[in-house]
Nanobody
């Protein structure tokens, strides 16, 4: 199984970015796909999740600004990030967990998002 995250970069505060995570060698529709981030000197934190059944969940810190979607035909999950602030600067990771599981089994390599003030 491979998860390939992409789309990170440098953006000014107030701007937008869309991250993508392409999965291979798993039955994508059976997996919850999560996004996490880790800022320098901080622990990794949950950002949001696209559930296998189409639902979504978000951390309070990103609600109303970030949106997760998925395309099961492309085995890809997206993270649309709007109204970015410097506090959103982090390495963003995607992860996969089988539906009804508690833990994420597969992780992508991460993509850097830097928001300048």
């Amino acid at each position: 199984v491979q998860l390939q995250a992409s789309g990170g970069g440098l953006v000014q505060a107030g701007g937008s970015l869309r991250l993508s995570c392409a999965a291979s060698r798993l039955t994508f529709s059976r997996y919850d796909m999560g996004w996490f981030r880790q800022a320098p000197g901080k622990e990794r934190e949950f950002v949001g999740r696209s559930n296998w059944n189409g639902g979504t969940d978000y951390a309070d810190s990103v609600k109303g600004r970030f949106a997760i979607s998925r395309d099961n035909s492309k085995n890809t999950v997206y993270l649309q990030m709007n109204s970015l602030s410097p506090e959103d600067t982090a390495v963003y990771y995607c992860a996969a967990r089988l539906k009804r599981s508690l833990s994420y089994r597969y992780w992508g390599q991460g993509t850097q998002v830097t928001v300048s003030s």
